[in-house]
């Protein structure tokens, strides 16, 4: 018999672990995370232990650790921008009483005007999105 065959006999086998599960990710809310990251500021504490006591890595809580530190930056979304409308009349041509809406025609322009900057555009009915939307920054960016 040798050494090796000795090792492997059944009174060598003490302890026998058997894992049970899915083995899911574990998912720490942020009041936890502040809660486990104040434990390791406490002077003479010891990162290893606290992290193992959470069932923890210690790269785990050196991770939580540095974000702490990083500044918090608010992400705030600016409130979307309202242009007033202003409808004006031709003071040329006199008003009349209108009786009922006229529907426009398909090939009918609707025309919508756009000034930024002392610059007028007039954008007609059908004009791409994308179109609109370069022509307003390059306005923007001029003014």
């Known amino acids: ?15 026998i672990e ?11 809310s942020d009041d936890d995370k502040a809660r486990i990251v104040e434990e390791t500021l406490v ?13 923890l890595t210690p790269q785990q ?3 939580w650790r540095r974000q702490a530190r990083q500044p918090v ?7 979307p921008l309202f242009v007033p409308a202003v409808v004006e009349t031709d003071p040329g041509k006199p008003r009349r ?13 609707a025309i919508i005007e756009v000034a930024i900057g002392g ?6 009915r059908g ?13 923007k960016a001029g003014a």
């Not at 018999?1 to 302890?15: F, K, N, Q, Y």
């Not at 002077?43 to 069932?55: D, E, L, Q």
């Not at 930056?73 to 409130?79: K, L, Q, R, S």
């Not at 004009?127 to 306005?139: M, S």
Request: glycine share 8%.
């Open 73 to 79: 930056t608010a992400i705030v979304e600016a409130p």
């Open 97 to 109: 009483k209108v009786r009922r809406k006229k529907r426009l025609e398909p090939g009918a322009a």
């Open 61 to 63: 809580l050196f991770s």
């Open 43 to 55: 002077p003479g504490a010891v990162i290893s232990a606290i992290a193992r006591r959470h069932g």
């Open 18 to 28: 058997v894992i049970t599960g899915t083995g899911r990710r574990r998912r720490f």
């Open 1 to 15: 018999m040798s050494t090796l065959d000795h090792m492997l006999g059944p009174e060598a086998v003490r302890r």
């Open 119 to 124: 610059v007028a555009v007039k954008i007609g």
């Open 127 to 139: 004009v791409d999105a994308k179109t609109i939307a370069a022509v307003i920054r390059a306005l």
